[in-house]
C-alpha cells in the first residue's frame, strides 16, 4: 500500500509539474506574440506621428462630375432607415447625377416607412428606388451585388442605416478619385452618440484608433486597408474587376477590400471627411458587432491568406497584411494569459526564476504602455483631450472582451459562414434623451465572464497573500475587465426582459 501511495504522489507531483511548465510556457508565449502585435502598433504610430487631421483636397470641377449611385442597405431597423434615406437625398449633388438605392431585405414595419419616404423624395425630384428582397440570400452582400446590376452610377456610396452624412460628403470625397488607380476612398467615421456613457467613449476611442492610426498609416505607406462597410466610395470597374460582391464571409468588406487591391486597384484614406454614426449603447449587441467582425476577419484570412502569399508582392506588403488580418489571434492569447499569469507566478518563484522580472518591465511596456500611447495619439491627432479614466476603462474592455472574441475566432475558422446578425439601433444622438429600442440577449457566454472575474478575483486576493506583488495590477485589470463586461451582459439582458 506505501508503494502504491507513494507511485501516487510521485504521478501527482510529475503532473504538478508538467502543469507548471505548460503554464510558463503558454505565459512567455503570449507575451512574446502581444510584444510583436505591440511593436506592429509602434510601427503605425511611427507613419502618423505629429501630423494632425489632413486637410480639404481640392474640390471637383462641377461641370464634370460623375453618376453616383448611393445604396442604403437595410434589414430591419424601423428606428433610423428614414433617417438615412432624408440624410442621403439631402445630399449637394446634382440631381440628374444622384441616384439612390434603398437595398430593403425586411420582414417587418421598416419597409412601408421606407416606401412612403421613397415616395416623398421621388416627389421632390430624386431618382430614389426601393428594392426590396424576400430571400436575404447573400445578406448584405447579396444585397449590394443585387443592386449593383440596376445601378447606373460609375461610383457607388454606401452607407448603413445608422449613419447620417453630412450635406457635403461627395464633394469633400470624390477629388481622391482623380487618380484613375484609386477603386476606393473611405472616410472616417463620427460618433452622434459618443458622450452618452463611459462605455460609448471607449466604443469611440477604439474606432478612433482604428481609422486615425490603422487606416491613416497604412493609406499613407501604400499598404493594403480595408474599405469598413459604409461611409465609403467605391468606382464600379473596381468591384467589378475584383470578383464582385462576394458572401463567403461574414466581412464582405474586407474580402472585396483585398481582392481588388490584389488586382492592383489603390485605396485612399480622406482622414478630414466624417460621416456620424451611432455606437451601440446594449452591450450585448456591441459583444454581437464585434463577433460578427472578428469571425469574418478569420473567414477572410483563411481565404485570401494564401493567395497573398503566392502573389508577387513586396515582403513589406505581404507582411503587413499577415498582420492585418491575423490581429485578432490576440484575443485567444489575451485569454491565455490570463489564465496562466497566477499559475505562472507561482511556479516561477518556485523555481527561483524571480529575476525573470526584469524581463516581464519591458514586456509590458511593448503591450500596455504602446495601447495606451496608440490611444493618446489618436486622441491628440484631432485635438480631443483625453480624460485618464477612459484609459482603464478601455484596456478592461478589451481584456474583457477576449472570451467573446476567442470565440469568433474559432468559429471563423470552421468552414460554416454563418448568420449575418445585425447590430440593434435606435436613433440615439448626444444631446436627445436616452433611445429605448431593440437589443440582444446575454448567453452562458456572460456568465462564464462573471465567472472568470470571480476566478481572477480570488487569484488577485492570493497573490496579495503570498507577496507576488508583481501580478497583481495584471490580475486585477484582467478581473475587472471580465466582470465589466459581464455584469452589463446580464444587466442590460435583464433590461431587456423587463422592457419587453
Known amino acids: 500500500m506505501m508503494a502504491i ?3 501516487g504522489l510521485a504521478v501527482t507531483a510529475d503532473a504538478l509539474e508538467l502543469g507548471s511548465r505548460l503554464a510558463v ?25 505629429g501630423r494632425r487631421v489632413q486637410a480639404d483636397a481640392e474640390g471637383s470641377d462641377p461641370s464634370d462630375l460623375p453618376i453616383v449611385t448611393v445604396q442604403c442597405p437595410i434589414f430591419e431597423e424601423p428606428e433610423v432607415a428614414v433617417r438615412l434615406l ?24 421598416t ?62 470625397a470624390l477629388p481622391a478619385f482623380a487618380d484613375p488607380r484609386v477603386g476606393m476612398v473611405q472616410a472616417r467615421w463620427g460618433h452622434l452618440n459618443r458622450q452618452r456613457s463611459w462605455f460609448t467613449k471607449v466604443q469611440a476611442l477604439l474606432l478612433d484608433g482604428h481609422f486615425l492610426i490603422e487606416h491613416a498609416a497604412r493609406s499613407r505607406r501604400g499598404q493594403f486597408f480595408n474599405f469598413n462597410g459604409t461611409a465609403g466610395i467605391f468606382r464600379r470597374a473596381c468591384i467589378e474587376d475584383a470578383g464582385g460582391w462576394q458572401h463567403d464571409t461574414l466581412t464582405e468588406d474586407l474580402d472585396l477590400s483585398y481582392r481588388a487591391q490584389l488586382a492592383g486597384w489603390r485605396f485612399d484614406f480622406v482622414e478630414q471627411v466624417q460621416a456620424p454614426a451611432e455606437l451601440p449603447t ?33 515582403l513589406s506588403l505581404k507582411l503587413e497584411a499577415i498582420l492585418h488580418l491575423t490581429a485578432n489571434s490576440a484575443y485567444p492569447l489575451l485569454l491565455l494569459l490570463a489564465l496562466t499569469t497566477f499559475p505562472a507566478a507561482m511556479a516561477r518563484r518556485a523555481w527561483g526564476w524571480s529575476s525573470l522580472a526584469a524581463f516581464e518591465v519591458p514586456v509590458l511596456l511593448l503591450t500596455t504602455g504602446v495601447v495606451c500611447g496608440f490611444y493618446l ?13 477612459v484609459l482603464p476603462r478601455l484596456l478592461a474592455v478589451g481584456v474583457g472582451a477576449s472570451l467573446n472574441n476567442t470565440r ?37 457566454w456572460s456568465r462564464l465572464e462573471v ?18 506583488w508583481a501580478t497583481v495590477p495584471v490580475l486585477v485589470l484582467f478581473a475587472l475587465g471580465f466582470l465589466a463586461v459581464g455584469f452589463s451582459s446580464l444587466r442590460h439582458a435583464r433590461q431587456l426582459a423587463a422592457a419587453a
Not at 431618382?127 to 443592386?147: C, P, T
Not at 460609375?154 to 448603413?160: N, S, T, V, Y
Not at 495619439?377 to 479614466?389: F, I, N, S, V
Not at 444631446?431 to 431593440?438: D, E, I, R
Open 377 to 389: 495619439l489618436a486622441a491628440r491627432r484631432q485635438g480631443h483631450r483625453l480624460p485618464l479614466t
Open 451 to 468: 465567472a472568470l472575474g470571480v476566478l481572477l478575483s480570488a487569484q488577485v486576493l492570493a497573490a496579495a497573500w503570498w507577496g507576488y
Open 25 to 49: 510556457g503558454c505565459y512567455f508565449t503570449c507575451l512574446l506574440v502581444l510584444v510583436l502585435h505591440g511593436l506592429h502598433r509602434l510601427w503605425l504610430m511611427t507613419a502618423v506621428w
Open 111 to 172: 419597409t412601408s416607412r421606407l416606401a412612403e419616404a421613397v415616395a416623398r423624395h421621388r416627389a421632390a425630384g430624386t431618382d430614389v428606388h426601393l428594392l426590396h428582397r424576400d430571400d436575404r440570400e447573400g445578406f448584405k452582400a447579396g444585397a449590394l451585388e443585387a443592386g449593383l446590376h440596376q445601378a447606373r452610377g460609375e461610383l457607388i456610396a454606401i452607407f448603413d442605416a445608422d449613419f447620417v452624412p453630412d450635406p457635403d460628403f461627395l464633394r469633400r
Open 282 to 314: 446594449d452591450v450585448n449587441a456591441w459583444k454581437g458587432q464585434q463577433r460578427r467582425w472578428t469571425t469574418g476577419a478569420v473567414q477572410t484570412a483563411r481565404k485570401l491568406l494564401p493567395r497573398i502569399l503566392r502573389e508577387d508582392l513586396p
Open 86 to 109: 432624408d440624410a442621403v437625398c439631402a445630399l449637394d449633388y446634382p440631381r440628374n447625377r444622384l441616384e439612390v438605392q434603398v437595398l430593403d431585405d425586411s420582414r417587418d414595419e
Open 5 to 7: 501511495a507513494a507511485l
Open 408 to 444: 469568433a475566432v474559432l468559429s471563423g475558422l470552421r468552414r460554416e459562414v454563418g448568420v449575418f446578425v445585425r447590430t440593434p439601433k435606435t436613433g440615439d444622438r448626444d444631446g436627445a434623451p436616452a433611445a429605448q429600442g431593440p437589443g440582444l440577449a446575454a448567453d452562458t
